[in-house]
């Protein structure tokens, strides 16, 4: 396959060795981890059986041609291993350390690891690999940690390993070779590497340093925003268009601001059309591209809202935006995920007439425009309203099943769609799927492990209470299913009547969730009903434990329309809040995680080149040691919802304070872009970020690294469907936003549903909606499907109403 595809053919053939993922392994009493080198048979010089030496096997997988050599062309000693492929359609070949007591190192747990050997090479697809064995689930792949820059001589080539994760008592490493030519190795080593854990210091309250600080910033947000995109400038475009506002709507007034954390201003931007609730993504060379929006609100007894085909990109540079050509259809609240080759895949929302649109869009980075209908493979399919596509590292695309409004899409309410194909595959295992509307999704540190988590959610047409799951799903397996993850943990929410503890099963919707340096993940924010009830809790989800860490809680509601992301130093900041009163607040918070509050941060003093390519190995300095360093890409949220947030792990190899990070060489895994790239102590403690620039596949030449693809969810069992009959639309109804435009103005929301246990009579009804200070409304289009106004004199909850029996 050519290097700048998205999508690859993944006509597979059965795995051997490792790659099978066996879990039958006998252990021994864990040996020694002094300085002595922990491979057996390093050099190659004890034969063993089948025509590979001692301790080490075959593995791979896919359609090539190839050949394990043990030759006489060594480094040291009299024998290296070679591995060439001849014929390469997809796959790989990998000489490792086998998979047995007897061969494979001890490991301990939080520690990590450096790893050596000698090595040349014929081909730039040539990569060191990562095993480790789980004392429950067996041998699984762990990461790839370093392409071997092609070398026609012998060559050293040193990397360290992430720590150890729980669990994990032995693991195995060798070289892959994934691309046509050899890999010859010899003279591997392997030394555990010695703690260098600085002293844990608290610079706050106990409190504080335990659960972290909220600060309410002194300066409110000008605009009404729900969309927030960090810049490749460390500032933050907030987009609001007319910001839910049917008078600003009227008058034409439609607005962004772009926020410096520098110095706590705000530049207020002209904005050419309303982006209310449109679909936005930063493209690889820093610019937004801004999709769809707001063409008309609804009219009660009349249309839904409605999408334009209008796009934009906004220019962090000139701080202005620009048109593009318009897409093919309307789509208000469409989803927008970046492919590895840096186009863009766009699905959902709403089309020019109210209905469900269908069409499926695609960005061309070459071309800079969105193509033509038939240019662009379609399955026919409505997905829903911000459909959370997630990329996976062969380039299909995983539907996590967080979307917004109502139900799910028919099925399991998850799914893998390959574009190359044309095809969606159902995947099971998410709980209630038809309650995780505006849940939140992520791909969980680091993207090499394919993890995804779901966090909570609700419905806005039946309004049950927001929900305490989540679920966690590994898309490494062969056929990966969701597993129920631990609850959400609970807080206080307001019912109207002041904040009291959330009891039962209470959990939240409207969940925000946030990658962190430290490689954990800040869950804030939400709401228990639809656009009411605000719900004050957050916490931090560890990966490596599957656990929820309660922390402290924003002191604002942060419901609806509200969204929470990283800032380059570390922080989160967390902004807006639209309940169904139509209110909105403009206050800003900042969360001051735990980690920032442990002593002196580390500090990347010099990047060596800011311009970085993938397979490349890029040098930093750093004033004190650190333990790892990843790119975390800069946010791009709106409802709960931003499928490419991602943390990419950079295996360091160590020389003092000089760090050579080792940059994947799949683009599926980082996308081409701007990135934040942090250097994290053994505390956790993060620097403030510096940002580089991952270059897309049309930066790479023919001596560059293709992409090390693996075999993951290959044996998919669900239903499959490819491309339905075309059509133009799916009927969607005129009340999807849960809304009853009977009554107030258009940013006012009267839920369709009322929450269980409000009775069913104008007076409980009214009781609520006072409760939830939504004042003075107005009857609209003389109908009063919810029996509010039973006068009938214009006004619901008025006094006649309230007297009436």
């Known amino acids: 396959m050519n290097k700048r595809s998205w999508v690859r053919h993944r006509r597979r053939t059965a795995l051997v060795g490792v790659g099978t993922l066996t879990a039958g392994l006998l252990l021994t009493s864990p040996q020694s981890a002094e300085a002595a080198n922990l491979v057996k048979n390093a050099g190659f010089e004890t034969a063993g059986t089948d025509g590979m030496p001692s301790c080490w096997e075959k593995s791979g997988w896919g359609d090539n041609d190839f050949t394990f050599e043990t030759t006489n062309d060594a480094h040291s000693g009299s024998k290296a291993m070679k ?69 026609r001589s012998w060559t050293q080539a040193t990397v360290r390993t992430p720590e150890v994760p729980a669990g994990t008592d032995r693991i195995t490493w060798g070289v892959s070779v994934y691309g046509t030519g050899s890999a010859t190795t010899d003279d591997y080593t392997m030394d555990q590497v010695p703690d260098v854990t600085p002293p844990a210091t608290c610079t706050g309250t106990a409190d504080q340093c335990a659960n972290g600080r909220w600060d309410v910033l002194p300066t409110q947000n000008p605009v009404r925003s729900m969309h927030s995109v960090v810049l490749n400038n460390g500032k933050v475009l907030l987009i609001a268009g007319s910001g839910n506002s049917e008078e600003n709507f009227n008058a034409g007034t439609f ?19 309303d982006m209310f609730c449109s679909g936005h993504i930063q493209l690889q060379d820093g610019r937004v591209l801004v999709l769809s929006g707001n063409k008309a609100f609804p009219v009660a007894g009349g249309h839904g809202y409605e999408g334009y085909k209008d796009s934009y990109i906004f220019d962090p540079k000139t701080e202005t935006y620009s048109k593009t050509n318009d897409l093919n259809d309307g789509h208000w609240y469409p989803s927008a995920t970046e492919l590895g080759n840096g186009d863009v895949v766009s699905f959902g929302g709403l089309r020019e007439d109210s209905t469900g649109s269908v069409t499926a869009e695609y960005w061309s980075g070459a071309q800079q425009k969105w193509l033509a209908l038939w240019q662009v493979n379609q399955t026919w399919s409505y997905w829903g309203l911000y459909p959370s596509m997630i990329l996976m590292q062969d380039g299909r ?38 309650e995780r509307d505006q849940s939140a999704s992520v791909l969980l540190p680091p993207a090499q492990d394919q993890k995804v988590l779901t966090i909570g959610g609700g419905n806005i047409d039946s309004n049950p209470e927001g929900n305490r799951l989540t679920d966690v799903i590994d898309l490494k397996q062969a056929d990966p299913s969701y597993v129920a993850g631990p609850p959400v943990p609970q807080g206080t929410v307001d019912l109207g009547n002041g904040k009291v503890p959330e009891t039962g099963n209470q959990g939240k919707m409207y969940v925000s969730a946030v990658l962190l340096p430290d490689g954990k993940v800040l869950e804030t924010g939400g709401g228990l009903h639809n656009r009411a009830n605000p719900v004050f809790e957050a916490s931090i989800y560890d990966p490596a434990g599957n656990t929820f860490d309660p922390v402290a809680a924003d002191p604002e509601a942060r419901g609806y329309h509200s969204s929470a992301f990283l800032l380059p130093d570390g922080r989160v900041m967390a902004t807006g809040d639209n309940p169904g009163n139509g209110t909105w607040n403009h206050n800003v918070s900042i969360y001051t995680p735990p980690y920032l509050l442990k002593g002196t941060r580390p500090t990347i003093t010099s990047v060596i080149d800011t311009e970085w390519n993938y397979g490349d190995t890029q040098r930093i300095t750093v004033d004190r040691p650190i333990a790892k360093a990843e790119l975390i890409r800069p946010a791009a949220v709106t409802h709960s919802s931003d499928p490419n947030q991602r943390f990419v792990d950079l295996p360091l190899s160590v020389d003092g304070n000089n760090v050579d990070l080792n940059v994947t060489s799949n683009p599926n895994l980082a996308p081409p872009g701007w990135y934040m790239l942090f250097g994290v102590d053994a505390n956790g403690v993060p620097s403030v970020a510096k940002w580089v620039h991952l270059q897309g596949p049309q930066a790479l030449s023919a001596d560059t690294a293709d992409a090390h693809v693996h075999s993951f969810a290959d044996s998919l069992s669900g239903k499959v469907t490819g491309p339905g009959k075309k059509r133009t639309s799916q009927k969607v109804s005129v009340t999807v936003s849960g809304c009853d435009r009977h009554y107030g103005s258009v940013n006012v929301c009267v839920p369709t549903a009322f929450p269980k246990g409000v009775k069913k009579t104008t007076a409980a009804r009214c009781d609520w909606l006072k409760k939830n200070d939504y004042g003075r409304l107005k009857v609209n289009g003389g109908d009063d499907p919810l029996g509010l106004d039973p006068s009938g004199d214009g006004t619901a909850c008025g006094k006649k109403d309230l007297t009436r029996r």
């Open 83 to 151: 591995v060439s492929l001849t014929r390469r359609v997809e796959g790989d070949r990998k000489a490792l350390i086998t998979e047995s007591a007897q061969c494979a190192p001890v490991v301990t747990p939080g520690k990590q690891y450096d790893l050596g050997l000698w090595y040349k090479t014929t081909t730039p697809d040539a990569n060191l690999t990562l095993f480790r064995h789980d004392a429950t689930a067996g041998w699984q792949y762990w990461t790839d940690l370093k392409t071997l820059e092609m070398q």
């Open 255 to 273: 607005t962004s601001a772009v926020y410096n954390p520098a110095d706590g201003t705000y530049k207020v931007i002209p904005t050419p059309k």
């Open 397 to 434: 695309l995983f539907y996590s099943g967080s979307h917004v409004f109502g139900n799910n899409i028919p099925g399991t309410g998850s799914a893998i769609y390959d574009y190359g194909a044309n095809t969606v595959t159902q995947v099971p295992g998410l709980q209630k799927k038809d």
